[in-house]
Nanobody, 124 residues
């Protein structure tokens, strides 16, 4: 198991930016593909972005394309989600997830390690 801790959430105005971080510990970080998911009140958790073990193959939900960027720093065992041009509909709890695999998939059932989540609130 890899232990994941998210940070960087908060309250931001429409059009603002936030950078989420997810620090991993416990296992070799480079063995895990990583993903970000989010869950808004009253809604199911949904895929946001993912990145392969070596930092390649970034993938985004349509709602995130052009505004969000996922990256990882293997030296720091951390994955990031840079979120720009935030909208009220981006308000959610954001979760980091790890998948012991070379490849990523946009489905939460493919990830077996999860962080506790960080709240992002975008005010209009």
């Amino acid at each position: 198991q890899v232990h994941l801790v998210e940070s960087g959430g908060g309250l931001v105005q429409v059009g603002g930016s936030l950078r989420l971080s997810c620090a991993a510990s416990g296992r070799t970080f480079s063995n895990y593909a990583m993903g970000w998911f989010r869950q808004a009140p009253g809604k199911e958790r949904e895929f946001v972005a993912s990145i392969g073990r070596a930092g390649g193959s970034p993938s985004y939900a349509d709602s995130a394309k052009g505004r969000f960027t996922i990256s990882r720093d293997s030296a720091k065992n951390t994955v990031f989600l840079q979120m720009n041009s935030l909208k009220p509909e981006d308000t959610a709890v954001y979760y980091c997830a790890a998948r012991f695999s070379l490849t990523t998939i946009p489905y939460e059932t493919g990830y077996n390690n999860w962080g506790q989540g960080t709240q992002v609130t975008v005010s209009s």
